[in-house]
């Protein structure tokens, strides 16, 4: 008998052990833009068909993570204008899914919109969001109020459809709108990534 209670003890404590390990591999989210440093603006290349000197601040309204979130007021003319973000860390290959809290002050329900370009998005100097075909396009309706845009990053391809996204070798991502209210103006933060709970 003290055998047996001895060996269900053992097996007890190699599972609780077990269990550590797979709970380790869990990894905490991973913040790629936090908008808490001057840089996180700065670096933050502005586009546009049309106007492009249109404001991007740091502010402390909406702020999900740490005390800043960032404020853009769109230009009324121009078909896309948005932010394309070029320094942050590439590597997305661990993690399942990209989020953006975003906050819209509006009582317009207004589509945002997002690019994601690889290593083989056929980046150039010229080109440096690479070719339409070779990046990976997604977008959400953004209720008035508090969102999360949520891109699903398994399986995440590009558009025309070739191949998938090489997650391990992100060069750029662009959030963006089409059409929306004149003079308006959107909140985003904690721009990250995040593994999906088994």
């Not at 001057?38 to 993570?65: C, L, Q, R």
């Not at 209720?143 to 459809?161: C, H, I, Q, R, Y």
Request: hydrophobic share 40%; aromatic share 12%.
């Amino acid at each position: 008998m003290k055998k047996a209670i001895v060996a269900v003890f053992a097996a007890i404590l190699v599972f609780s052990a077990g269990a550590g390990v797979l709970e380790a591999k869990k990894l905490p989210p991973k913040l790629l833009v936090g908008f808490e440093k001057d840089s996180d603006i700065k670096d933050v290349y502005k586009e546009n068909n049309g106007e492009k000197n249109y404001p991007v601040e740091k502010v402390t309204e909406n702020a999900t993570e740490g005390k800043y979130a960032c404020k853009v007021t769109f230009p009324k003319d121009g078909d896309w204008p948005g932010l394309h973000f070029r320094k942050f860390d590439g590597n997305w290959a661990d993690y399942d899914v990209l989020k953006i809290d975003v906050f819209n002050p509006t009582k317009e329900i207004v589509a945002l919109n997002i690019g994601i370009a690889d290593k083989d998005s056929k980046i150039t100097a010229e080109n440096y969001f690479g070719e339409y075909n070779q990046r990976y396009h997604g977008a959400t309706i953004l209720k008035p109020g508090k969102n999360t845009f949520e891109v699903e990053l398994a399986g995440a391809g590009v558009e025309d459809k070739s191949r998938a996204l090489e997650l391990s070798a992100v060069k750029v991502f662009a959030i963006f709108v089409t059409s929306r209210p004149e003079g308006f103006v959107l909140f985003m933060d904690n721009i990250r990534l995040e593994q999906i709970e088994d």
